[in-house]
């Protein structure tokens, strides 16, 4: 049995340059959710997926990112002209069945931006 | 006000003490409350879930939901050095529209041996 998987574990870059990290969730899990979390605080939520189809958008979530998720398994997550401010970890979680309670986080994706 | 407070600690704790952490919240739309455990620089492991008020046990866990007080704890029975790490509380509303999970800053703890 694996778990939800990220990619990358970390990422460092200059400010204004683009990033995107993959998410691999737990086989079968028709949810997937984009959380992001800065130091001291808890994760936040960005958006979510059911099957291949974004549900819903944080107003976190600017116009810089974008979220796919093409065949309802992996989904991907992308900034834009990163800024300082993007600093944080981005953490991908998933679910299945009828409600979203137990959402099983992966390790997530520590991004620096310089 | 935010919608979930929790306070950040840290919190430390000789080996075999029972631990005490909670959260208040405001929004009684809430109906599931979760707990996660984070470690440093991992992401959120879930521990434990319950559904509206009541008790749940597992091990040495035990989850408490007040929502008359729109109060939970999490309790650690004989804590273990192990379990020093960040725990967060989570919630989230009931229906096909909830999706959202809402958290706690997460408060640190320390078990010292």
Request: charged fraction near 20%; proline fraction near 7%.
């Given at each position: 049995d694996t778990g939800v998987s990220q990619d990358?574990?970390?990422?460092?870059?200059k400010r204004g340059q683009?990033?995107?990290?993959?998410?691999?969730?737990?086989s079968e899990h028709n949810r997937l959710y984009w959380y992001r979390q800065t130091l001291g605080?808890?994760?936040?939520?960005?958006?979510?997926?059911q099957n291949e189809a974004q549900l819903e958008k944080s107003r976190l979530l600017s116009d810089r990112f974008s979220a796919e998720r093409p065949k309802g398994s992996?989904?991907?997550?992308?900034?834009?002209?990163?800024e300082q401010g993007d600093s944080a970890m981005?953490?991908?979680?998933?679910?299945?069945?009828?409600?979203?309670?137990?959402?099983?986080f992966g390790p997530?994706?520590?991004l620096l931006v310089l | 006000q935010k919608e979930v407070?929790?306070?950040?600690?840290?919190?430390?704790?000789?080996?075999?003490?029972?631990?005490?952490?909670?959260?208040?919240?405001?929004?009684?739309?809430?109906?599931?409350?979760?707990w996660y455990r984070q470690y440093s620089r991992k992401?959120?492991?879930?521990?434990?879930?319950?559904?509206?008020?009541?008790?749940?046990?597992?091990?040495?866990?035990?989850?408490?939901?007040?929502?008359?007080?729109?109060?939970?704890?999490?309790?650690?029975?004989?804590s273990q050095p192990s379990d020093s790490a960040t725990y967060l509380c989570a919630m989230i509303g009931s229906g096909a529209g909830s999706y959202q999970l809402t958290f706690g800053k997460g408060t640190k703890l320390s078990v010292i041996p």
């Open positions: 990358p574990r970390h990422k460092i870059t683009n990033v995107t990290f993959r998410c691999d969730p737990i605080q808890g994760p936040e939520f960005l958006t979510y997926f992996f989904s991907t997550l992308e900034i834009q002209r990163t981005y953490l991908c979680a998933s679910s299945v069945g009828p409600t979203a309670e137990t959402q099983y997530g994706t520590r | 407070e929790q306070d950040p600690g840290p919190l430390s704790v000789p080996e075999g003490a029972i631990v005490s952490l909670n959260c208040t919240y405001s929004n009684s739309a809430f109906q599931y409350f979760m992401g959120p492991e879930l521990l434990m879930y319950t559904y509206s008020s009541g008790n749940k046990e597992d091990g040495r866990f035990t989850a408490q939901v007040d929502k008359s007080s729109k109060y939970i704890s999490l309790f650690i029975r004989d």
